[in-house]
T-cell receptor
Framework: DQQVKQNSPSLSVQEGRISILNCDYT??????FLWYKKYPAEGPTFLIS?????DKNEDGRFTVFLNKSAKHLSLHIVPSQPGDSAVYFC????????????FGTGTRLKVLA | SQTIHQWPATLVQPVGSPLSLECTVE??????LYWYRQAAGRGLQLLFY??????ISSEVPQNLSASRPQDRQFILSSKKLLLSDSGFYLC???????????FGQGTRLTVV
């Protein structure tokens, strides 16, 4: 049972445009969400997170939006740069003490110069 | 500052051989520790997590086991590797178990 889903395995965007990566979750216990960026043969690096008490969190070019009623979150990258080309994973966790991070299957972003 | 070390970076092992991957964290105490696996073309699958010394939770029944002999050391083991154990293994740590987790550089395991 895939509790965190990233339904788009890949996305191509022109440099300078907006990249929108989507993520859906099914477990209502999740109340904290994270986005990670991963290059091949490296560990994922943390990008940005959002608590369920918020609907938006912004950090530079990266903004995460959370729609709790739809159990949906998205990562916006503006403007997209070639260096953003990587696999992006969303992850969900719970502040209630389960101590687990459940990851989606990832979306491969390619930013075209 | 906190750092996480994971080794080896790559490993080629024959079917039926044992496995031991080690992960250590520096600069923090009592971290939550995690082992994930990324199979080819797939997402990050949680294998084991630990909230303290000797406390191991297994997420997926499989041919692997984990141990935490010291506060900042996490070991992934197998007595006899299978071909299906091939993948990219990642160790991670976090402070609270729900805020950001930090990953090591990973071990590419190929079972032949």
């Amino acid at each position: 049972d895939q509790q965190v889903k990233q339904n788009s395995p890949s996305l191509s965007v022109q440099e300078g445009r907006i990249s929108i990566l989507n993520c859906d979750y099914t477990n209502s216990m999740f109340d904290y969400f994270l986005w990670y960026k991963k290059y091949p043969a490296e560990g994922p690096t943390f990008l940005i997170s959002i608590s369920s008490i918020k609907d938006k969190n912004e950090d530079g070019r990266f903004t995460v939006f959370l729609n709790k009623s739809a159990k949906h979150l998205s990562l916006h990258i503006v403007p997209s740069q070639p260096g953003d080309s990587a696999v992006y994973f969303c992850a969900a966790s719970s502040t209630s003490g389960t101590y687990k991070y459940i990851f989606g299957t990832g979306t491969r972003l390619k930013v075209l110069a | 500052s906190q750092t996480i070390h994971q080794w080896p970076a790559t490993l080629v092992q024959p079917v039926g051989s044992p496995l031991s991957l080690e992960c250590t964290v520096e600069g923090t105490s009592n971290p939550n520790l995690y082992w994930y696996r990324q199979a080819a073309g797939r997402g990050l699958q949680l294998l084991f997590y630990s909230v303290g010394i000797g406390q191991i939770s297994s997420e997926v029944p499989q041919n692997l086991s984990a141990s935490r002999p010291q506060d900042r050391q996490f070991i992934l083991s197998s007595k006899k590797l299978l071909l299906s154990d091939s993948g990219f293994y990642l160790c991670a740590w976090s402070v609270l178990g729900w805020t950001e987790a930090f990953f090591g550089q990973g071990t590419r395991l190929t079972v032949v």
